[in-house]
């Protein structure tokens, strides 16, 4: 099936520092989003993108819809140590509600 | 965004026996999937539990394995049939409402 290219697999930073990740398709997206998860529990959705060029903030995360709507970034600013986590981009294709998930990027910030 | 109620949120069980999860929405909603997350792994799609008829399975997934229900809009159950060791992972349920797709908090289910 269809996958989302996800990188980096892992980041381990300093609190303060800003992160960026992203996310690359072979086909295109109708919607992009972005999900934290952290241990036991569910995605939790950060931010949610659905026109090519959006580009959206959501307090220190901010995320743009790639203009060839095959890619997705998500940056952190001045990180801090609950962000933490696991976070996954999605992508929709047109025609389906279904969503493929990125493989994640594993987050650690050391404080 | 929709509330999801999903249980049980965590099980050991026996190699051989069936689990059923259970997930309650808090309004009524179109699109229910079941998404399976292996340790260490992404979600995987298992299948799309339709409204008052048979669910749509993914590729690798078979409904003798997990036949699901889903007798009205808020509610489905999934059901993990002859368990093995393989079958450890985490059980989410998402649904699609009016504030887009949210997710349950998931089963952690061990096979033993």
């Known amino acids: 099936g269809q996958q989302l290219n996800q990188s980096p697999q892992s980041m381990f930073i300093q609190e303060g520092e800003d992160v960026s990740m992203n996310c690359t398709s072979s086909s295109i997206f109708n919607t992009w989003l972005w999900y934290k998860q952290d241990p036991g529990e569910g995605p939790v959705l950060l931010i949610a993108l659905y026109k090519a060029g959006e580009l959206t903030s959501n307090g220190r995360l901010t995320a743009q819809f790639g203009i060839t709507r095959k890619d997705s970034f998500l940056n952190i600013s001045a990180s801090i140590p609950s962000d933490v986590g696991i976070y996954f981009c999605a992508g929709q294709e047109g025609g389906s509600e279904k969503l493929v998930f990125g493989k994640g990027t594993k987050l650690t910030v050391n404080p | 965004s929709a509330v999801i109620s999903q249980k049980p949120s965590r099980d050991i069980c026996q190699r051989g026996t069936s689990l059923t999860i259970q997930c309650q929405v808090d309004s009524q909603v179109t699109m229910m999937f079941w998404y399976r997350q292996q340790p260490g792994q992404s979600l995987t799609l298992i299948a799309t539990?339709?409204?008052?008829?048979?669910?749509?399975?993914e590729s690798g997934f078979v409904i003798d394995k997990f036949p699901i229900s889903r007798p009205n809009l808020t509610f489905s159950t999934l059901t993990v049939s002859n368990m093995s060791p393989e079958d450890s992972s985490i059980y989410l349920c998402?649904?699609?409402?009016?504030?887009?797709?949210?997710f349950g908090s998931g089963t952690r289910l061990t096979v033993v």
């Open positions: 998402s649904v699609v409402g009016r504030d887009g797709y949210t």
């Open positions: 539990a339709n409204q008052g008829s048979e669910a749509t399975y």
